[in-house]
């Protein structure tokens, strides 16, 4: 049984920075790609970044240039760096992991929530202006 459990977020001004975390468990955490995605009040799940297990990145265009996403393999975590925060990044962010997959991964793949297996609990982060 694979568990991710968020943390980091918080209430931030606008252009501050935060840094989110998620640690993973189970054997396969290695294996699989892992995403962020964010839910803000009245809208959908979107996509925020993902990262291949060949550690490759992909990104949304509202976040590209501003977020980064990393993994360590040994601590078996994913990490999100947030910087220049914006009031419209207001939202839960969750981390989430999919089946074990092949090396290399692609945009489409990481981009659809349906390809993930497992998810987070989420944690809100607030950027006020």
């Known amino acids: 049984q694979v568990e991710l459990v968020e943390s980091g977020g918080g209430l931030v001004q606008a252009g501050g920075s935060l840094r989110l975390s998620c640690a993973g468990s189970g054997r396969t955490f290695n294996d699989a790609a892992l995403g962020w995605f964010r839910q803000a009040p009245g809208k959908e799940r979107e996509f925020v970044a993902g990262i291949e297990r060949s550690g490759g990145t992909y990104y949304s265009d509202s976040v590209k240039g501003r977020f980064t996403i990393s993994r360590d393999k040994t601590k078996k975590t994913v990490s999100l760096q947030m910087n220049s925060l914006k009031p419209d990044d207001t939202a839960v962010y969750f981390c989430?992991?999919?089946?074990?997959?092949?090396?290399?991964?692609?945009?489409?793949?990481?981009?659809?929530?349906?390809?993930?297996?497992?998810w987070g609990q989420g944690t809100q982060v607030t950027v006020y202006s």
């Open positions: 989430a992991k999919t089946p074990r997959i092949a090396y290399f991964a692609s945009r489409e793949y990481l981009s659809d929530q349906k390809s993930y297996a497992a």
